[in-house]
């Protein structure tokens, strides 16, 4: 790569954009610095529409920090959830790399930190760089094995197993760490209205599986929460 050579006892806010993305992490200082200059970094506020399909525009976002929402508006108005997505993970409309957003509208969750790349930027960084490319093809397909997931449960599970089911997945998105969703956000993501999801909640929670409290969803008893979302008990 060629431009600016930045020193590596001074990182520019660009570098700290990307250091902190598993995406990058096999880059040195330089490369990163090199690729951060032209990947501008932007600050969102919580429910902030980061991308609008009434006004497509060609762009990779890569998440620095919190927690972007991705979701469909049905033609009655109500939205599904596609995907919950954390630092690290990408979205938005790059046809090199085959992501497409279509009708998918992008909110930020929290107040986050976004990357753009543009599709210049994509090609001439990313697709030179086969340990990011790669990168991306995981974090991809790990996306895709989610929706799969999703749409199976939404055909053959019930609502308490879909619901169990989805927040082990979202646990292992971020290890150790709650579930932070509200009660009206997990329903957009296992279909179904926010007080039938919140009497599956209560379920779980009597059953010992999860613990609830503001904003925040504990799982207690991963092994079992598991078991209920698989079927099995």
């Known amino acids: ?102 009708a998918t509208w992008a909110e930020a969750l929290d107040a986050a930190e976004l990357c753009l790349m543009s599709r210049t930027d ?35 599970k019930t609502l308490t197993a879909r619901l169990a089911a989805t927040l082990c997945r979202l646990a292992r998105h971020a290890p150790g760490e709650p579930v932070r969703l509200t009660h009206a956000q997990l329903a957009a993501l296992v279909g179904a209205t926010r007080e039938r999801t919140t009497m599956a909640l209560g379920e779980l929670a009597e059953a010992g599986c999860v613990e609830l409290r503001r904003g925040q969803i504990h799982l207690t008893d991963a092994v079992r929460l598991e078991a209920l979302g698989d079927g099995e008990a």
């Open 122 to 156: 994509v090609r001439e960084m990313l697709f030179t760089e086969p340990r990011i490319a790669l990168r991306i093809a995981e974090l991809l397909s790990i996306r895709l094995t989610d929706l799969e997931d999703q749409l199976a449960d939404l055909t053959g």
């Open 1 to 102: 790569m060629s431009g600016v050579d930045y020193p590596a006892d001074n990182p520019t806010d660009e570098v700290y954009c990307l250091a902190e993305v598993d995406l990058f992490r096999d880059l040195s200082p330089h490369e990163m610095a090199e690729i951060g200059a032209r990947a501008p970094m932007r600050t969102v506020d919580a429910g902030q529409v980061v991308y609008d399909p009434l006004r497509p525009v060609e762009a990779l976002f890569i998440v620095k920090r919190g927690r972007v929402r991705l979701f469909r508006v049905l033609p009655d108005g109500r939205t599904v959830t596609t995907a919950v997505l954390g630092p690290g993970t990408v979205f938005g409309e790059m046809h090199p790399l085959g992501l497409r957003m279509r």
